[in-house]
């Protein structure tokens, strides 16, 4: 029960401090179910998203929001999508997205050569969450491991030609770690703010409220 303990302790945690807390998990999911689903989706779903899947139900909601105090305040808002909505039946679910568009050049990168060769690894990224500005959590299921990485929605317009932020090893490693602060958006709701870099995530950032920390 590992997702679902980390979720919970953060809620209790969250509870104590006086904040109402959010926590719905979608309905039990059969095993079967979720092989199936494996079978099928063009994109790969790795074992770490199916076993979430097994354990949690379909999907997860996690919210809450501290109502006083100072301007921006500690809240967390995150979905993990039904697994219906990761299971790529067919590639017109997903052909309008730039990266499946081979004409594309990438001119608005300072390095259009890496910028193709991005837009090919994020073929085979599954969504695992979204902000609201576009930007998303994906899984690399091309990558060992299947790590957690960040889409940037706009790393287009001007950038490298790199995306994808390596921001956990594994979904479990992911979820331990930004549970450490109860799951926490950075103040500044930029999380490229809080990357480490060269791959990871400085959680020790004061960019994350230290009353909302779980003590090792």
Known sequence: MAYVELFEQVAAHVHRLGVEVTLNRG??????????????SLIPIPDSMAEFYSEVGDGLAFYYCKEDGPRRNPMASYEFPKLDDVTLKSIEQINWRFEWDDSCEYRGTKDPTLGRETA???????????????????LDTGAEGAPVVFDQHDWLDGGTGHNGHVMGDSLLAFFTAWSRVCFQLPRSLYWPSVFRPGGGVDWNSEEFDPQYRLSD
Not at 120 to 138: A, S, T, V
């Open 27 to 40: 309905k039990p999911l059969k095993k079967t179910t979720i092989q199936r689903a494996q079978i099928v």
């Open 120 to 138: 090919l690894r994020m073929r085979k990224w599954i969504e695992i969450g979204h902000e609201g500005n576009g930007d998303r959590f994906c």
